[in-house]
């Protein structure tokens, strides 16, 4: 089995931040049900969040997914869609790239999508601005509350060789997540 890549743990402040702009965000645009989640930027629930959050593994010897777990409670209503921050970021060997699926049981038993099908972490992403903080964006488009409890798995990552058609020298440089390549 070729070891290719570590997870690890954003920083605190990096995890406070991310935090707060989010929830601070979704009380303007109200895209989830805000009852569960006003509450999580006191700085009691911050800490004990950052405590519970647990670098992912793969469950059995033969598994491909490292399964990613929920720092906290989620309940996310029937047509709504959540950012999750994850408080992972992770080093991987160039020519690796993390690809992120759902949880098969959240998909086929509770219709759990992640919002931009799979998510492709590229190996540079890990010294983004943000420390590479991995965030995953789930929607419920079941018919009934999607419910996670602190430290359920509902993600899993999988690690994929990937090859280059480029002719040309590449000397981009990320600095952020989400849309950031080519600015």
């Not at 009691?44 to 647990?54: C, P, Q, T, V």
């Not at 490292?66 to 020519?95: N, Q, S, W």
């Amino acid at each position: 089995m070729n070891r290719v890549a570590e997870f690890e743990k954003v920083s605190f402040e990096q995890w406070e931040k991310n935090v707060r702009e989010l929830y601070a965000n979704l009380y303007v645009s109200r895209k989830c049900n805000l009852t569960t989640y006003q509450l999580r930027t006191h700085d009691d629930y911050l800490e004990e969040d950052y405590n519970r959050i647990k670098l992912p593994i793969r469950a059995t010897n033969g598994s491909a997914g490292h399964d990613i777990a929920v720092p906290y409670m989620i309940i996310l209503e029937p047509g709504k869609i959540l950012k999750i921050p994850t408080g992972l970021r992770c080093k991987m060997e160039e020519g690796y790239v993390m690809m992120i699926y759902p949880r098969s049981s959240l998909g086929t038993k509770n219709l759990m999508f992640i919002s931009n099908t799979t998510p492709v972490i590229d190996s540079d992403y890990y010294y983004a601005d943000n420390e590479g903080h991995i965030f995953i964006q789930i929607e419920n488009r079941g018919h009934r509350k999607l419910v996670l409890d602190s430290g359920d798995t509902f993600a899993q990552a999988v690690f994929v060789p990937f090859g280059v058609a480029d002719i040309e020298e590449v000397s981009g440089v990320r600095t952020g997540g989400f849309g950031s390549t080519g600015r």
